[in-house]
C-alpha cells in the first residue's frame, strides 16, 4: 500500500489551526487508532492526506462512500443562508 502523506500544510508544521498533525500522522501511520480521532479529525485527514478513498476510509473506520463525500464537501462553496 502507497504511503499516505499530507497534501497540506508543509509536513514540518507540528499544526495547522486546531489540528495536531503528529496526532493526525500516527493515525495515517498506524501508530495509534482511529478510535482517538474526533469527526472533525478524521474529515481533515479524509480531505488533506493522499490516498484512495478506500484505503483512507479503511484506515479512518468509516466507509469509501463517506470519504468520497467528505471531499466533494470541501469542493462545494458554502450555502448563503442570507435573505436576498
Known sequence: MKALVA??????SPTHGAFDLVKLQ???DG???HTELS??????????FEGS???????????????????EDEDKPPE???EQ
Open 53 to 71: 478513498a478506500r484505503s483512507i476510509g479503511r484506515l479512518l473506520g468509516v466507509t469509501e462512500k463517506t470519504v468520497t463525500r467528505w471531499r
Open 26 to 28: 500516527r493515525v495515517v
Open 39 to 48: 469527526r472533525e479529525e478524521k474529515v481533515y485527514v479524509a480531505r488533506h
Open 80 to 82: 448563503d443562508g442570507g
Open 7 to 12: 497534501r497540506d500544510p508543509v509536513p514540518y
Open 31 to 33: 501508530r495509534m487508532a
